[in-house]
């Protein structure tokens, strides 16, 4: 029986409470689909920064290398300075753990979730692969003359030839692998953005030559956002950089239902993997037991199957439609109808 080690990280505000219903989740998957786990809970987050002054203590990268997967809740604290804890614990995650694919599905379980007029569920389904360790995240820059009238800032979209084939490759095999229409399409600005979507668009191509049967495909990142409204059906896999990746599946998570269903991977196809609802940790609603868990049930789905749990993770996305499908009537109206710990009931009754 395979037994899997996997790091907890519920981090701030409602990322305990989504967290726990996914975590009873797991616990009736692995009955169901005979497998065993333990789980590890680290602390980190806002409450411990306030606390201890700690973001991430060296020693946990380490730690958490020896892991099969990480499970996250939400990063962020309002009594934190913005980006003291998305730098020091989800970025650092993401770049030390080298998981340079950030998968996100965007995917419409619910017409009623649906905020676009006339779009079913088989017009929006495809998935967008964000690069998640370079470009604008890499951090690179500076002030020149700050604080006077003269003052520059710079900051550089750091693209490594290396970096940018990695991930265009990741997302030609997952083309291959799952996509319906068997088409990657490149989301970039080669208009304007003259140096680092000349090696995208090059990298692109070249890659392309060993998948001849994928349809190869191109947008501008301004134009892929009015698609995503006006046509979504089009899309197959989008390949991105790393900051058009966060913005538009943003965008990609609303007309897929909302953040309440949206969930994504931080992915090192060779090292440890981390997954997480892509909404933030909503403050306003913690501890209510309001917030929708699906999302971050949909990641543990995505966990279970980049372990090797495919069934498993398929038994969670069945349960969680047939959930959706049958008792949430009221989530078209924009309320969820159920308290969080029901949905995550619901989801293990229907498993
Ligand atoms: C996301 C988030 C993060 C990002 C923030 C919290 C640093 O918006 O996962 O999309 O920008 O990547
Ligand atoms: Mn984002």
């Not at 201890?52 to 499970?71: G, H, Q, W």
């Not at 998981?99 to 619910?110: A, F, G, K, T």
């Not at 676009?116 to 998935?127: D, M, W």
């Not at 998948?211 to 990142?221: L, S």
Request: overall charge neutral.
């Amino acid at each position: 029986m395979n037994h899997y080690k996997i790091a907890v990280i519920p981090g701030d505000g409602t990322g305990t409470e989504v967290v726990n219903e996914g975590l009873k989740v797991l616990k009736a998957v692995s009955q169901k689909c005979g497998f065993k786990y333990e789980t590890v809970t680290y602390d980190f987050g806002g409450e411990r920064y306030l606390r201890t002054k700690e973001v991430l203590p060296e020693s946990a990268i380490n730690e958490l290398r020896t892991f099969d997967a990480i499970y996250l809740g939400a990063i962020g604290h309002p009594d934190v300075k913005p980006g003291i804890l998305e730098k020091g614990i989800l970025l650092k995650l993401r770049f030390d753990l080298d998981q340079y694919i950030n998968l996100r599905p965007v995917q419409l379980y619910d017409e009623r979730f649906c905020p676009l007029k006339n779009k079913k569920p088989e017009h929006i389904n495809f998935t967008v692969v964000r690069e998640n360790s370079e470009g604008l995240y890499k951090g690179l820059g500076e002030f020149k003359n700050k604080g006077t009238p003269n003052e520059v800032a710079l900051q550089i979209s750091h693209n490594t030839r290396k970096g940018v084939e990695r991930c265009i490759r990741y997302a030609f095999e997952h083309t291959r692998e799952y996509g319906r229409k068997k088409m990657l399409t490149l989301c970039g600005k080669t208009n304007v953005l003259t140096y680092a979507w000349d090696l995208w668009e090059r990298t692109y191509y070249e890659v392309a030559k060993e998948y001849p049967e994928i349809k190869t495909d191109y947008a501008h990142v301004d134009a892929t956002t009015m698609w995503f409204v006006k046509n979504p059906e089009w899309f197959d896999v989008i390949v991105t950089d790393n900051m058009f990746g966060d913005i538009i599946t943003d965008l990609g998570a609303m007309i897929q239902g909302g953040m309440g269903v949206a969930a994504g991977g931080n992915i090192n196809p060779e090292g440890v993997s981390m997954f997480e609802p892509i909404g933030g940790s909503a403050p306003k609603y913690t501890g209510k037991n309001v917030i929708n868990p699906l999302a971050a049930i949909c990641a543990l789905a995505m966990l279970l199957k980049e372990i090797g749990e495919k069934e498993a993770g398929i038994a969670i996305e069945e349960s969680v439609k047939k959930v959706i499908k049958t008792k949430l009537e009221d989530m078209a109206a924009g309320k969820m109808g159920y308290s969080t710990s029901e949905v995550g009931d619901l989801v293990v009754h229907h498993l």
